[in-house]
């Protein structure tokens, strides 16, 4: 059974920090493209940062210089470290698992946690 939980969200003040966690399983985790997405009230979700399974990343031009991505392979863990948080930033994060088998997209989602940045 595939599993994606997501952790570390919650209320921050504007410019504070905070680490989301997600804990995959029942999956090969370390061929997967392991991702974050967000989605804000009324708008479309959209890729915040992915890491693939060589270690390569890249982020939104909004988050660049203020968010970072990791994986740990042995523990079935991707982070996402958000510093600088602004008040945009509010949206419910979704942690993703991407695969092309062979020529096939498999995707797997958490359920999502309410990241806030408000003062």
């Known amino acids: 059974q595939v599993q994606l939980v997501e952790s570390g969200g919650g209320l921050v003040q504007p410019g504070g920090s905070l680490r989301l966690s997600c804990a995959a399983s029942?999956?090969?985790?370390?061929?997967?493209?392991m991702g974050w997405y967000r989605q804000a009230p009324g708008k479309q979700r959209e890729l915040v940062a992915a890491?693939?399974?060589?270690?390569?990343?890249n982020f939104a031009d909004s988050v660049k210089g203020r968010f970072t991505i990791s994986r740990d392979n042995a523990k079935k863990m991707v982070y996402l470290q958000m510093n600088s948080l602004k008040p945009e930033d509010t949206a419910v994060y979704y942690c993703?698992?991407?695969?092309?088998?062979?020529?096939?997209?498999?995707?797997?989602w958490g359920q999502g946690t309410q990241v806030t940045v408000s003062s």
């Open positions: 993703n698992a991407h695969l092309i088998h062979p020529t096939t997209p498999i995707d797997y």
């Open positions: 029942g999956f090969l985790f370390s061929i997967y493209t």
């Open positions: 890491i693939t399974s060589g270690g390569s990343t």
